[in-house]
């Protein structure tokens, strides 16, 4: 069960993020209205949730779940795959301060995102991916360790981040779409499976027995709402154009 959520405010410069998608660029005050419906939606599920103040340095920064790994006995503060956003992580350390002691930090040459990183029960799965690299997994996995977690890596081919088409949505159940269909690393857990004309949709997050989806996306509602899960949609359309989802919006823990 989640207690808290970090989120950071969106900035005006949010037009400047990182996109490789070409649905053009996002509106900044459509953008924090759907942020501020998304907070509604945590708290809706039982989370408190605190804003963090937009960060106009960083046009990303939003993106906040990239910048750590929280779980319930340690912190890890990422180090981003990019550098236009390698500095947000450093300003994710005072407020976790509020609730973890000594943060364990990813150290170059190592990168890891938060992004490619999925806890299932005891065990983090980490996507090796254009942000993440092999340095980055082998330090978190060091990290995890030391206070009783196991770690694997999982070898992208096409999508961004672990969670852009993938999620656990608990009792060994996860949500997938494109190349996590077939992976070896999940075929012992349920599949709900997403078609590719609903694949964003993937990137979805549950919160203490609901589970949060974009908005637009009737066949996944149906198939979450089958397999026993109240949902939640929120429309998150501005964040796509940044190639951002649900999951990227917070840091839950």
Same mark, same amino acid.
């Given at each position: 069960?989640?207690?808290?959520?970090?989120?950071?405010?969106?900035?005006?410069?949010?037009?400047?993020?990182?996109?490789?998608?070409?649905?053009?660029?996002?509106?900044?005050?459509?953008?924090?209205?759907?942020?501020?419906?998304?907070?509604?939606?945590?708290?809706?599920?039982?989370?408190?949730?605190?804003?963090?103040?937009?960060?106009?340095?960083?046009?990303?920064?939003?993106?906040?779940?990239?910048?750590?790994?929280?779980?319930?006995?340690?912190?890890?503060?990422?180090?981003?795959?990019?550098?236009?956003?390698?500095?947000?992580?450093?300003?994710?350390?005072?407020?976790?301060?509020?609730?973890?002691?000594?943060?364990?930090?990813?150290?170059?040459?190592?990168?890891?995102?938060?992004?490619?990183?999925?806890?299932?029960?005891?065990?983090?799965?980490?996507?090796?991916?254009?942000?993440?690299?092999?340095?980055?997994?082998?330090?978190?996995?060091?990290?995890?360790?030391?206070? !009783?977690?196991?770690?694997?890596? *999982?070898?992208?081919? +096409?999508?961004?981040? &672990?969670?852009? @088409?993938?999620?656990? /949505?608990?009792?060994?159940?996860?949500?997938?779409?494109?190349?996590?269909?077939?992976?070896?690393?999940?075929?012992?857990?349920?599949?709900?499976?997403?078609?590719?004309?609903?694949?964003?949709?993937?990137?979805?997050?549950?919160?203490?027995?609901?589970?949060?989806?974009?908005?637009?996306?009737?066949?996944?509602?149906?198939?979450?709402?089958?397999? !026993?899960?109240?949902?939640?949609? *929120?429309?998150?359309? +501005?964040?796509?154009? &940044?190639?951002? @989802?649900?999951?990227? /919006?917070?840091?839950?823990?």
């Amino acid at each position: 069960m989640f207690k808290n959520a970090l989120v950071r405010i969106p900035c005006r410069k949010i037009s400047d993020g990182i996109s490789s998608s070409g649905p053009g660029l996002p509106d900044y005050r459509i953008a924090l209205k759907q942020h501020q419906q998304y907070v509604a939606a945590l708290e809706k599920c039982g989370v408190r949730v605190y804003a963090l103040p937009p960060d106009e340095q960083y046009p990303d920064s939003t993106f906040i779940e990239d910048t750590a790994v929280l779980t319930e006995k340690c912190a890890v503060i990422c180090r981003p795959g990019v550098s236009s956003r390698r500095g947000e992580e450093q300003k994710i350390i005072t407020p976790l301060g509020e609730f973890y002691d000594n943060p364990e930090l990813i150290e170059h040459p190592g990168t890891l995102e938060g992004g490619d990183v999925l806890r299932i029960g005891d065990h983090f799965f980490v996507g090796l991916s254009s942000r993440t690299n092999r340095e980055g997994f082998i330090q978190l996995e060091r990290i995890l360790k030391k206070y !009783g977690f196991t770690a694997s890596p *999982v070898k992208l081919k +096409e999508a961004l981040h &672990l969670k852009t @088409g993938l999620a656990y /949505l608990e009792n060994g159940e996860i949500l997938v779409t494109g190349e996590f269909r077939k992976k070896e690393e999940f075929q012992k857990f349920k599949k709900i499976e997403i078609g590719e004309d609903e694949s964003y949709s993937a990137n979805c997050i549950w919160v203490n027995g609901r589970v949060i989806i974009p908005e637009g996306y009737p066949r996944t509602r149906e198939k979450i709402e089958q397999a !026993g899960y109240p949902v939640k949609s *929120v429309d998150v359309s +501005e964040f796509r154009k &940044l190639d951002g @989802g649900v999951s990227c /919006l917070s840091l839950r823990f």
